[in-house]
Every structure is written in structure tokens, then in C-alpha cells.
């Protein structure tokens, strides 16, 4: 278990909340005091891990932008039904899998310089400007 100062008193914090996008994430890149209204979120080189449960409440979410992270695996986005618009693009994610399914008014899908191989399943998907560049 680690330390980290916030606003000058000492809290404990576990592994997990370590490289993790957190409510007091989403809240300070959005903007916003409530994560239920975000609409729109960008958080790039944080060295995210993974997302955790926190996109569980933006349920209002139409565009979702982590680039240049540590993202392995695609996780936490089934509550997201409004997005339009995803960019996990250079990051580590090796696998869609159903990662993406239920997104059905995704439109925009941006996953280049990540390890994901060809032929992955991408089955229900619907049709929008996907990039895979630059993957294996």
C-alpha cells in the first residue's frame, strides 16, 4: 500500500488505484464536479492501466479519448451506450474482443499502434471509421 498527498493531508491508497482512471480523474480532465454529466473526456499520457468501474456513471459519455496510455486490455465501456466516438490509440491493447459490444451508435473507432493482431473479433460492431493502423 503507497501514500499520495492531497491537499497537503497523507492518504493510503492501494495497488489498484495505481494507473487507474478513478472518478477524481474523469472529474478534473472533464472539467465537471459530477461524473454523471460528462460528455466528452480526454486523458492522455497518464499511464492508465485500466478503467476500472468509474465509466459506469458517465452514462451521458458521447466521446471517450485515452490515447498514449498504458491500456491493455478494453474494459469498463458496456455502460457507455451513447458513445460516438472512442480513441485508445497508442496504447497496449493486444484484444477487442467483446470489449466493444452493446456500443451501438459508436461511429468512430481509433486503435492505432496497439498489439492487436489481425482478425480479431470485432463481430457486433456497427459501421463507422475504424483505424488499425500500425498493429501487428
Excluded at 454529466?37 to 497518464?46: F, I, S, Y
Excluded at 482478425?119 to 501487428?136: A, R, T, V
Aim: net charge negative.
Amino acid at each position: 500500500m503507497g501514500e499520495k498527498l492531497i491537499n497537503g493531508i497523507q492518504h493510503d491508497i492501494s495497488c489498484e488505484e495505481i494507473g487507474m482512471l478513478t472518478a477524481a480523474v474523469i472529474k478534473k480532465e472533464a472539467g465537471e464536479y459530477d461524473v454523471e454529466v460528462v460528455q466528452r473526456l480526454r486523458v492522455t499520457r497518464q499511464a492508465l492501466v485500466g478503467l476500472g468501474e468509474s465509466l459506469k456513471a458517465c452514462a451521458l459519455l458521447v466521446d471517450l479519448a485515452l490515447p498514449h496510455n498504458r491500456l491493455t486490455r478494453l474494459e469498463g465501456l458496456g455502460s457507455c451506450l451513447r458513445l460516438a466516438s472512442l480513441d485508445l490509440s497508442y496504447n497496449r491493447i493486444s484484444r477487442v474482443g467483446g470489449g466493444l459490444k452493446g456500443l451501438i451508435n459508436l461511429r468512430s473507432l481509433d486503435l492505432r499502434a496497439n498489439a492487436i493482431e489481425a482478425g480479431d473479433d470485432l463481430e457486433g460492431l456497427s459501421h463507422g471509421q475504424w483505424n488499425f493502423q500500425w498493429n501487428i
